[in-house]
Nanobody, 123 residues
Framework: QVQLVESGGGLVQAGGSLRLSCAASGGTFSSYSMGWFRQAPGKEREFVAAMWRNAGMISYADSVKGRFTISRDNAKNTVYLQMNSLKPEDTAVYYC????????????????WGQGTQVTVSS
């Protein structure tokens, strides 16, 4: 069983930056592809970014390309999401997730989920 704990969320003004972290425990971190999703109030959870086990493959949602960067440190069992040029529409609860396979944008592909961290971007 894998446990995922997100941190780093908060309140930031439009144009600002935040870095989210997701610490994993209870499994072999390097065996998982890792993804970030977000869910705004009244909306479905949507894909943000994902990275393959050894960072050999990366995928981003069109809405965040060029602004967000996913990275991972397998030695620290942690995946990161660097978010720059934040917009009010980025406001959401951000979740990290772990999967054995690579279908990055499919929620059903992910086996484990964290509890989420709130990101609020003010205009």
């Amino acid at each position: 069983q894998v446990q995922l704990v997100e941190s780093g969320g908060g309140l930031v003004q439009a144009g600002g930056s935040l870095r989210l972290s997701c610490a994993a425990s209870g499994g072999t971190f390097s065996s998982y592809s890792m993804g970030w999703f977000r869910q705004a109030p009244g909306k479905e959870r949507e894909f943000v970014a994902a990275m393959w086990r050894n960072a050999g493959m990366i995928s981003y949602a069109d809405s965040v390309k060029g602004r967000f960067t996913i990275s991972r440190d397998n030695a620290k069992n942690t995946v990161y999401l660097q978010m720059n040029s934040l917009k009010p529409e980025d406001t959401a609860v951000y979740y990290c997730a772990a999967a054995f396979s690579w279908r990055p944008a499919e929620r059903s592909n992910y086996d484990y989920w964290g509890q989420g961290t709130q990101v609020t971007v003010s205009s």
